[in-house]
């Protein structure tokens, strides 16, 4: 069926009560989905602190929340005349965004972007009276769009990615995700494939801009102490972060032909999503694996005998397992998920092993690999197959840890060039302020 402008916004204007269905649900696993309902569905009001001019940052999740920090320092010391409106839409944004809350509490105000009805949209953006809009990545709603070039805000799509998968499936509903996508007053592609396929979709002004997620900088108490703890650790650790579901059955599986491996290294394995915290350690244990959370243990380096794994039960520590680790291999690759963040492992020195899926990170993947730092195989024997060849080799491994690193430190620098951009959106928007609202 065709989608138009008007039959998309009385779908969205109908449809909005069945959301609190879709929320009573996630709840039942992540009972943060109860609470804000006021803002999901503008029921209340955006309580602001100041009249100062408004810098509307949307990060919907935790990669997008953490890929905002450098954006976010920059504008917070270029623009000291502005406050900022952190906006999320799921529970674990929220949690990591009230970290970015902390730079500046009394310039930072935190809270859910509403669902796309165009009451809802209207009211936010009426309450909230941004001058300027950043969204980060991928996020794209055709009635918040429509409304903020309605009201002249200028808007920007900022470290933004599309795969072909997004791209094939935004390009049938074409009615509305064209001029969804053609209203931002700027658009700041990750790569070259990122821009062509954006344009694509109607995207103008896109300029190529790298990614932002190599400017972020690691948490340093969290690498001293990582750095502390692996000065302790008499056996390398093999770190599985941020595993979705499915694979940590596959690594289990894959286990039982690479036993000598849980003698030889500490394994850790990092989901994630904190509600699948006790699955997966079910999971583990009913695979014939001895595990140890990491939130039960007095100290790490004293680990129960015959400990197999180490789950990493713990929100917002990527920083440490990733100085901790000898080698990554990185989760949502396996699963067809896409692959999740192999920059923040490889900016540590750590060489990365990633699956098949990898179409989140494609660019960043392919150009890791031919640095040296990036290892790509077909399945999870495969991956232990390549962690051992490393373990057996110290000498090989360091060198593609290097070459990891190097090729981060290269890549940095898509900050500043971004900036570039939204200085001068934000002193159009700001001499043009009266006519917005």
């Given at each position: 069926?065709?989608?138009?402008?008007?039959?998309?916004r009385?779908?969205?204007?109908?449809?909005?009560?069945?959301?609190?269905?879709y929320?009573?649900?996630?709840?039942?696993?992540?009972?943060?989905?109860r609470?804000?309902?006021?803002?999901?569905?503008?029921?209340?009001?955006?309580?602001?602190?100041?009249?100062?001019?408004?810098?509307?940052?949307?990060a919907?999740?935790?990669?997008?929340?953490?890929a905002?920090?450098?954006?976010?320092?920059?504008?917070?010391s270029?623009?000291?005349?502005?406050?900022?409106?952190?906006?999320?839409?799921?529970?674990?944004?929220r949690?990591?965004?009230?970290?970015?809350?902390?730079?500046?509490?009394?310039?930072?105000?935190?809270c859910?972007?509403?669902?796309?009805?165009?009451?809802?949209?209207?009211?936010?953006a009426?309450?909230?009276?941004?001058?300027?809009?950043?969204?980060?990545?991928?996020?794209?709603?055709?009635?918040?769009?429509?409304?903020?070039?309605r009201?002249?805000?200028?808007?920007?799509?900022?470290?933004?990615?599309?795969?072909?998968?997004?791209?094939?499936?935004?390009?049938?509903?074409?009615?509305?995700?064209?001029?969804?996508?053609?209203?931002?007053?700027?658009?700041?592609?990750?790569?070259?494939?990122?821009?062509?396929?954006?344009?694509?979709?109607?995207?103008?002004?896109?300029?190529?801009?790298?990614?932002?997620?190599?400017?972020?900088?690691?948490?340093?108490?969290?690498?001293?102490?990582?750095?502390a703890?692996?000065?302790?650790l008499?056996?390398?650790?093999?770190?599985?972060?941020?595993?979705?579901e499915?694979?940590?059955?596959?690594?289990?599986?894959?286990?039982?032909?690479?036993?000598?491996?849980?003698?030889?290294?500490?394994?850790?394995?990092?989901?994630?999503?904190?509600?699948?915290?006790?699955?997966?350690?079910?999971?583990?244990?009913?695979?014939?694996?001895?595990?140890?959370?990491?939130?039960?243990?007095?100290?790490?380096?004293?680990?129960?005998?015959?400990?197999?794994?180490?789950?990493?039960?713990?929100m917002?520590?990527?920083?440490?397992y990733?100085?901790?680790?000898?080698?990554?291999?990185?989760?949502?690759?396996?699963?067809?998920?896409?692959?999740?963040?192999?920059?923040?492992?490889a900016?540590?020195?750590?060489?990365?092993?990633?699956?098949?899926?990898?179409?989140?990170?494609e660019?960043?993947?392919?150009?890791?690999?031919?640095?040296?730092?990036?290892?790509?195989?077909?399945d999870?024997a495969?991956?232990?197959?390549?962690?051992?060849?490393?373990?057996?080799?110290?000498?090989?491994?360091?060198?593609?840890?290097?070459?990891?690193?190097?090729?981060?430190?290269?890549c940095?620098?898509?900050?500043g060039?971004?900036?570039?951009?939204?200085?001068?959106l934000?002193?159009?928007?700001?001499?043009?302020?009266?006519?917005?609202?």
């Amino acid at each position: 069926m065709k989608i138009t402008p008007g039959l998309y916004r009385a779908i969205t204007t109908v449809a909005l009560p069945l959301a609190s269905l879709y929320l009573m649900w996630r709840s039942r696993r992540q009972p943060a989905y109860r609470d804000y309902w006021d803002e999901r569905f503008a029921w209340g009001t955006y309580p602001l602190r100041t009249q100062r001019p408004r810098v509307w940052i949307h990060a919907v999740s935790v990669g997008e929340t953490n890929a905002a920090k450098p954006l976010l320092e920059a504008m917070l010391s270029a623009w000291p005349e502005c406050d900022v409106i952190l906006t999320h839409m799921t529970p674990t944004g929220r949690e990591a965004g009230k970290k970015l809350v902390r730079m500046a509490p009394e310039r930072i105000h935190q809270c859910y972007l509403p669902y796309d009805a165009p009451y809802a949209v209207e009211k936010f953006a009426r309450q909230t009276r941004p001058t300027l809009g950043v969204i980060m990545e991928t996020e794209v709603w055709p009635n918040l769009m429509s409304e903020m070039k309605r009201r002249q805000i200028p808007v920007v799509l900022a470290n933004a990615r599309e795969s072909e998968k997004s791209r094939a499936q935004a390009a049938r509903f074409m009615d509305i995700m064209a001029p969804a996508f053609s209203s931002f007053s700027a658009v700041l592609a990750q790569s070259d494939e990122d821009k062509e396929r954006l344009e694509s979709l109607g995207a103008v002004d896109v300029q190529v801009t790298g990614s932002v997620k190599f400017d972020i900088r690691p948490d340093l108490s969290q690498v001293a102490t990582a750095k502390a703890l692996a000065a302790k650790l008499t056996r390398p650790v093999v770190l599985i972060a941020s595993t979705r579901e499915g694979e940590e059955a596959m690594f289990a599986e894959a286990f039982k032909t690479h036993a000598d491996l849980l003698r030889k290294a500490h394994v850790v394995i990092v989901p994630r999503h904190p509600e699948r915290f006790d699955r997966v350690e079910a999971l583990l244990q009913e695979s014939g694996l001895k595990v140890v959370r990491r939130s039960r243990l007095a100290a790490p380096e004293e680990l129960p005998e015959g400990t197999d794994v180490i789950l990493g039960d713990s929100m917002g520590e990527m920083s440490f397992y990733c100085a901790l680790a000898s080698v990554t291999i990185m989760g949502g690759s396996f699963a067809p998920c896409g692959s999740q963040n192999v920059i923040e492992p490889a900016m540590a020195g750590s060489p990365v092993v990633v699956g098949p899926s990898t179409f989140n990170f494609e660019r960043i993947i392919r150009e890791g690999i031919a640095a040296g730092g990036m290892v790509q195989v077909k399945d999870a024997a495969e991956a232990l197959d390549v962690v051992e060849k490393w373990l057996a080799d110290p000498g090989e491994r360091d060198r593609a840890g290097v070459a990891a690193a190097d090729f981060a430190r290269r890549c940095a620098g898509a900050t500043g060039r971004m900036m570039a951009v939204l200085e001068k959106l934000w002193t159009y928007a700001r001499k043009n302020e009266s006519r917005m609202y």
